[in-house]
């Protein structure tokens, strides 16, 4: 900490040390400033001496130490930079220089995969529809999906934006008549997904609807979904 020892009339040879504490704050910073006087020889403290604080070249408060040696003093509402505070006694100063810094910015996470599932729901025409941006740390929530259905009842539903959820997912139906295609966009990268729907040619009203395991149901709905997606594969490539 800094200190200066030096001689005040009366007094003899003393110490003057300025204890600071800066505290952050979204803008900058505030400094808590601790004035401390005491004899050079014993450390006795020095009740009574006038302390001025002075923020850069301004004075801004004078007070009196305490029967500890102590005066205290907070400046606030530095912004980010460098600063310097400074308290003075008969002549001797002592001077702090300190340096607020904006927080770093946390490095932007930008989806590098794309997922999209599609598994037959409810009556034969319906589909359940899962996207899903993956990463490291878990999925990228709050990022904007571009969807593409052209053939949406709804004109307003034709081309909309969505975000991904907590857990980088984004999930909707489709009920559909016939063969349909939904184009996905990851906004912001160059990762897009085209999604094919066959529509009733599937012809599940003849086929019983299998249940996932309960292993697999207890890790959740995206492990559900891929559990679905892979038994559909393998009986697409079977021929079944």
């Known amino acids: 900490m800094p200190t200066q020892v030096g001689f005040i009339a009366g007094l003899g040879k003393v110490r003057l040390t300025l204890e600071p504490t800066p505290q952050p704050t979204a803008a900058g910073g505030d400094i808590i400033a601790v004035a401390v006087l005491v004899t050079d020889r014993d450390q006795v403290p020095i009740e ?3 302390v001025t604080f002075w923020r850069g070249p301004d004075e801004e408060e004078t007070t009196p130490t305490d029967p500890h040696g102590h005066a205290a003093h907070t ?3 530095f912004g980010f930079g460098t600063h310097s505070v400074s308290i003075q006694v008969s002549g001797l100063s002592v001077t702090f220089r300190h340096t607020f810094s904006p927080p770093a910015a946390k490095p932007k996470v930008v989806p590098a995969e794309l997922k999209v599932y599609a598994h037959p729901e409810g009556p034969a025409k319906e589909y359940y529809v899962s996207i ?3 990463s490291q740390s878990g999925g990228i929530s709050d990022w904007p999906l571009e969807i593409k259905d052209i053939e949406h009842s709804d004109a307003a ?9 907590a857990d980088g997912s984004y999930q909707f139906t489709v009920k559909t008549d016939n063969l349909r295609t939904i184009f996905i966009s990851v906004v912001g990268t160059p990762l897009d997904s085209a999604l094919h729907l066959p529509g009733p040619e599937r012809e599940r009203t003849t086929r019983k609807v299998p249940r996932a395991p309960q292993a697999v149901l207890d890790q959740g709905l995206v492990e559900t979904l891929r559990w679905f997606h892979q038994r559909a594969v393998k009986a697409r490539r079977e021929g079944r």
């Open 48 to 50: 009574g001496q006038a």
């Open 157 to 165: 539903q034709r081309q909309r934006t969505v975000r991904t959820t």
């Open 75 to 77: 400046f606030s509402g």
């Open 132 to 134: 899903e941006l993956p």
